[in-house]
């Protein structure tokens, strides 16, 4: 059984618009999938439906089962249970993901705490062993640091420790390195390819680029207005784009890497 | 400081006074100077006493004003922060109408049915503050509540009533305690105003309030009447405002330097 199936999800604004339109994929055990597409197209509002947090004033339809527990229909109470050991977000931003008044220690700790029940000398060693892992050297500064006296790099890493802290079977990550610099960038796809690898973590990867999503993901989903227009293998898409969209972006992923190619042989 | 040098003042009141409340053998409006710091009312009354005993009764008011304002305010804010749809729509709509009912007809309304006392006063402030602090709260609490770190702490399964008391509260404090003492100090204006129409603080106690009204007929023979309790008034009020700039500078770990 899938991890995550989701199945014609439809998810509409209060005016009843689909933001979201008969989507359909599934995220098996330890695999890695992705969803791309343009800004708007619904791909982090698929996202949060899929851990139930919708925004107020929309509401979803279809069928989402997270590790077995029905997302959209099942009591609250369920759905939390599901929610926290099962799936976890990496967010876009960073700056918003943490608490600008709490250390990064601290933020690390809420989750620890809920979920594996750790306090004191205990808790304090698995926030140290969660930011040795996303490579954080200095944790114990870091530790005590609040988000606004870490660069967009660091914070990244924080917020990915902190979903990652409590073994999640599945993590969902939300352009997670968009905000950051090419170079940062390059590094904490690295850390988030090898965490996943290593742990046999689940990730559902939503992003806008496609050379990004070639690099981490297996399985990809092509969205456009709230419609994936096409799914399968990255490199069968990337060789053999069926959907004129899709071609799009691919061409001008390709057309980029030939202007860099040029201007460096110049 | 200039709270502390008046809340010093009005405490040192409580134990020593220059002269009895109702002490009138001063003789009427004598100038300042003399056994009469700042002189006497039109009733012999000294005046640097009086001043001191309406500096207790601003600061109470401000106080009391701020503790039913803060407490209804932020409660209700809160609650209506969290609210979706249509209650958030009402709860909006209410807000903005108890915002634009004016305090001072609040004020006669409950001194209407309970007769004028500082009680009435502080409640009838407080009660105004709170719509203010209530609609500031509820919007501070929707703009917290769209973070991604609020979504982060659902997900994890961190419980509601944790997420207010680690996350939101914290994060609309420094904003919502800025504001509570620039309201303390339009609290103080507010409690003069209604002394001044003689819908606070009955005589014979002494308010800045009703020190000025009484002392608006023999502001060109006596002028250290009016000018005593006004510039009290616009000290304490200053002072308020500069401890809301000095509130905020501490409760934001981005402006504290360590």
């Known amino acids: 059984m899938s991890l995550l199936a989701v199945e014609g999800l439809t998810v509409r604004d209060q005016a009843g618009r689909a933001l979201v339109d008969d989507v359909s994929f599934a995220v098996a055990a330890g695999d890695r999938a992705g969803l791309i597409g343009e800004s708007g197209s619904g791909k982090s509002l698929t996202a949060l439906a899929v851990t139930g947090l919708l925004p107020p004033g929309l509401s979803a339809t279809g069928d989402i089962r997270l590790d077995g527990v029905d997302m959209i229909r099942a009591p609250e109470k369920q759905r939390t249970a599901a929610r926290g050991p099962v799936a976890a977000i990496?967010?876009?931003?960073p700056l918003t993901a943490l608490d600008p008044l709490m250390t990064a220690g601290r933020q690390i700790a809420g989750p620890l705490r809920r979920l594996h029940g750790l306090r004191g000398a205990?808790?304090?060693?698995?926030?140290?062993?969660a930011l040795a892992e996303v490579r954080l050297t200095d944790?114990?500064?870091?530790?005590?640091?609040?988000?606004?006296?870490?660069?967009?790099?660091?914070?990244?890493?924080?917020?990915?420790?902190?979903?990652?802290?409590?073994?999640?079977?599945?993590?969902?990550?939300?352009?997670?390195?968009?905000?950051?610099?090419?170079?940062?960038?390059?590094?904490i796809l690295d850390l988030l390819d090898?965490?996943?690898?290593?742990?046999?973590?689940?990730?559902?990867?939503?992003?806008?680029?496609?050379?990004?999503?070639?690099?981490?993901?297996?399985?990809?989903?092509?969205?456009?207005?709230?419609?994936?227009?096409?799914?399968?293998?990255?490199?069968?898409?990337?060789?053999?784009?069926?959907?004129?969209?899709?071609?799009?972006?691919?061409?001008?992923?390709?057309?980029?890497?030939?202007?860099l190619e040029r201007t460096g042989r110049d | 400081m200039l709270v502390a040098i008046i809340a010093g003042g009005v405490l040192v009141s409580y134990f020593w006074l220059p002269f009895a409340p109702d002490d009138t053998s001063g003789g009427r409006l004598m100038p300042p100077g003399g056994d009469h710091l700042l002189g006497t009312d039109k009733l012999g009354r000294d005046l640097l006493t009086q001043l001191l005993i309406g500096g207790r009764i601003a600061l109470a008011t401000a106080l009391g004003a701020v503790a039913v304002g803060g407490i209804l305010g932020v409660s209700f804010g809160l609650l209506a922060g969290f609210a979706t749809r249509w209650l958030d729509d009402a709860a909006a709509v209410v807000l903005d109408i108890l915002i634009?009912?004016?305090?001072?007809?609040?004020?006669?309304?409950?001194?209407?049915?309970?007769?004028?006392?500082?009680?009435?006063a502080i409640l009838?402030?407080?009660?105004?503050?709170?719509?203010?602090?209530?609609?500031?709260?509820?919007?501070?609490?929707?703009?917290?509540?769209?973070?991604?770190?609020?979504?982060?702490a659902r997900i994890a399964g961190i419980s509601w009533p944790r997420i207010v008391a680690s996350h939101v509260l914290p994060n609309i404090a420094p904003v919502v305690l800025v504001?509570?003492?620039?309201?303390?100090?339009?609290?103080?204006?507010?409690?003069?105003?209604?002394?001044y129409l003689g819908l606070g603080t009955p005589p014979p106690n002494a308010s800045w309030g009703r020190m000025l009204y009484e002392a608006q007929a023999t502001v060109l023979t006596a002028p250290a009447a009016a000018l005593a309790p006004g510039l009290a008034l616009v000290a304490l009020v200053i002072g308020m405002n500069l401890t809301a700039d000095g509130l905020r500078d501490l409760a934001d770990p981005r402006r504290a330097n360590r």
């Open chain 1, 139 to 187: 944790a114990e500064r870091i530790a005590r640091s609040y988000p606004h006296e870490l660069s967009g790099g660091q914070r990244q890493r924080v917020a990915i420790a902190m979903a990652l802290a409590c073994r999640p079977r599945l993590l969902i990550a939300d352009e997670p390195t968009t905000a950051l610099d090419v170079t940062v960038q390059a590094e």
């Open chain 2, 179 to 195: 504001n509570l003492a620039l309201q303390a100090g339009l609290a103080v204006l507010a409690e003069a105003s209604l002394s």
């Open chain 2, 100 to 120: 634009a009912f004016p305090t001072l007809l609040l004020a006669m309304l409950i001194v209407a049915g309970t007769g004028a006392s500082l009680g009435t």
């Open chain 1, 90 to 93: 990496v967010f876009q931003e």
């Open chain 1, 122 to 129: 205990a808790l304090r060693s698995a926030i140290g062993e």
């Open chain 1, 194 to 259: 090898r965490l996943v690898a290593t742990r046999g973590t689940a990730l559902l990867f939503i992003t806008h680029d496609l050379p990004v999503a070639a690099r981490v993901t297996r399985d990809t989903h092509v969205l456009r207005d709230g419609r994936i227009v096409e799914s399968g293998p990255i490199a069968d898409v990337i060789a053999r784009p069926e959907h004129p969209y899709t071609r799009t972006l691919v061409d001008s992923a390709r057309r980029f890497d030939a202007a």
């Open chain 2, 124 to 152: 009838a402030i407080g009660l105004a503050m709170a719509a203010i602090v209530a609609r500031l709260t509820r919007v501070l609490v929707k703009q917290v509540l769209g973070r991604d770190y609020i979504t982060a």
